[in-house]
């Protein structure tokens, strides 16, 4: 009885080894067969021989036990399974050898076809059965048949533009498309019509924008460009250049900011033209760029310059007007009237160059307080001391507060601590940061002069200081009459 069940054993393994065999090959889509799995037809037929082998062993103890009949019998059903996994895997070897020798033969193929668009050959394919090698002949056919339509478009383009060109004795010099484009200074692209697809754009074109040539596929997606008017406004599709020549539309110009590839933004010139025909159609259209941004930003820097100078004559002489009001209400003669106006107008012009070396934006103090005792009438040398962190100031502040310095050199020099051999005058300055603005706090003290006393009525320079140009930087000016020498502590806007 243990015969004729480990008999039964290997007739299943026998029979298991074709059904699996069979499973390993599966249907496609398309009704083909497509490639086997090798580790499942392996294991197919290693499962078959295992069972066998097992069943022997299995067998060897019960076998002395049975007659001679059986034991024929067990030995005929182990051959019989070993044979037929011996050829479940002789096939699975041969679908092997088949599909390799199918593989290489469709990898040489493609590489056939890929030659052949690379030589503008015929890129004739038949598909193989292999599913990725099939779907990589066919994207590479949807390529050429691309660029075969776009040689097409570019050769009747330049065709068009050869005519203006002349041919040298026999040999001939057509200019190549892409030589000419290549060889303008200016950036260009090429729209197709009607559709408005941009095919061409030259490498100056590239250079400007700084990323690759977007080729449009129409006159709606131009604004992929990512342009703007001055006042901001993005630029509408219909408004490029490039669309209104396609429109027919004769010199088209614009000039406008676009975005470049590294996100700034800089000014372009743009001007086109419509490409036409022998009888006027429109064929296509060309544009020219050329990247205006250092002459653009060069002009708005001009009339700012202008606009700002403007303004600053306007101030000038504002204040030159009202210097000479405030000196004649206290002059007594003309003569006197001259030398304190003079005086004062000439230590402005002196301010004003400082400005205009710093383009009227902001001036180191340091430099402005040199400018100041500039206008003095000796140079004092070591008398005056000046000491400070660095602060820069908006000009109008500037020019107030230098002539605020100019006011209190004039006083010293007359009454003050400088009018003998003996004083000195210190400056001293530093940024408060702990209000709502940064603002200066400067401090002139005067000491080692003669003795000073409050004056019992106050001159044109007390006046100019205390009033005028306090408000004008911003500020205010508190002097105090010590006994030992003047103080002033002056506040204005950083």
């Not at 006159?219 to 209104?244: C, I, K, M, T």
């Not at 030398?339 to 001036?363: D, K, P």
């Not at 400018?371 to 660095?390: M, Q």
Request: hydrophobic share 45%; aromatic share 4%; proline share 3%.
């Amino acid at each position: 009885m243990c015969a004729r069940k480990y008999l039964l054993y290997l007739k299943l393994a026998a029979w298991q080894v074709p059904q699996q065999s069979a499973a390993s090959m599966t249907k496609g889509c398309e009704g083909q067969y497509s490639r086997p799995r090798l580790p499942a037809a392996m294991h197919a037929a290693a499962r078959a021989m295992a069972t066998a082998l097992l069943t022997l062993t299995l067998t060897s103890g019960a076998l002395a036990a049975d007659d001679a009949s059986t034991m024929a019998e067990v030995w005929l059903s182990l051959v019989v399974a070993l044979t037929v996994a011996l050829a479940a895997a002789i096939a699975v070897i041969c679908q092997l050898a088949r599909q390799r020798r199918g593989a290489q033969k469709a990898q040489h193929e493609l590489a056939e076809l890929t030659l052949a668009v690379e030589v503008r050959g015929d890129p004739h394919w038949r598909d193989t059965g292999i599913a990725e090698v099939d779907a990589i002949a066919h994207s590479l056919q949807d390529i050429d048949e691309r660029l075969r339509a776009k040689r097409k478009r570019l050769s009747e383009l330049n065709d068009l533009l050869m005519k203006t060109t002349t041919v040298v004795s026999g040999v001939g010099a057509n200019l190549q498309l892409r030589a000419l484009l290549d060889a303008v200074p200016v950036g260009i692209l090429i729209a197709e019509a009607p559709s408005g697809r941009i095919v061409e754009g030259n490498a100056l074109m590239e250079n400007i924008l700084r990323r690759p040539v977007c080729y449009s596929e129409s006159p709606e997606s131009y604004r992929q460009w990512n342009a703007f008017h001055q006042d901001g406004r993005p630029v509408a599709s219909r408004e490029y250049p490039l669309a209104r020549a396609l429109a027919g539309e004769d010199h088209p110009q614009l000039e406008c900011k676009i975005e470049r590839g590294d996100g700034a933004l800089v000014w372009i010139n743009i001007i086109g033209a419509p490409i036409r025909n022998d009888q006027g159609g429109i064929l296509g259209a060309i544009v020219a760029v050329t990247d205006v941004d250092g002459i653009k930003n060069a002009e708005i820097h001009n009339q700012m310059m202008n606009r700002e100078l403007h303004h600053r004559v306007n101030n000038s002489l504002s204040m030159i007007q009202g210097i000479a009001n405030i000196t004649a209400r206290t002059a007594q003669d003309f003569s006197s009237f001259q030398e304190g106006f003079s005086h004062r107008v000439q230590c402005l012009s002196r301010i004003s160059t400082l400005l205009v070396q710093t383009s009227w934006e902001r001036t180191p103090l340091r430099d402005l307080v040199l400018v100041a005792l500039s206008c003095g009438s000796h140079d004092y040398g070591d008398r005056i001391s000046i000491s400070g962190e660095d602060v820069e100031l908006r000009s109008a502040v500037a020019s107030a507060l230098g002539l605020a310095l100019n006011e209190l050199l004039a006083n010293a020099e007359q009454h003050g601590a400088l009018s003998d051999d003996d004083g000195s005058v210190s400056i001293e300055w530093r940024a408060d940061l702990d209000g709502d603005r940064p603002r200066l706090i400067l401090n002139w003290t005067e000491a080692g002069g003669p003795i000073v006393e409050h004056p019992q009525q106050t001159g044109v320079g007390h006046f100019l200081i205390t009033n005028v140009l306090a408000r004008q930087m911003g500020g205010e000016v508190r002097l105090s009459y010590r006994a030992e020498g003047l103080q002033a502590e002056i506040s204005a806007d950083i």
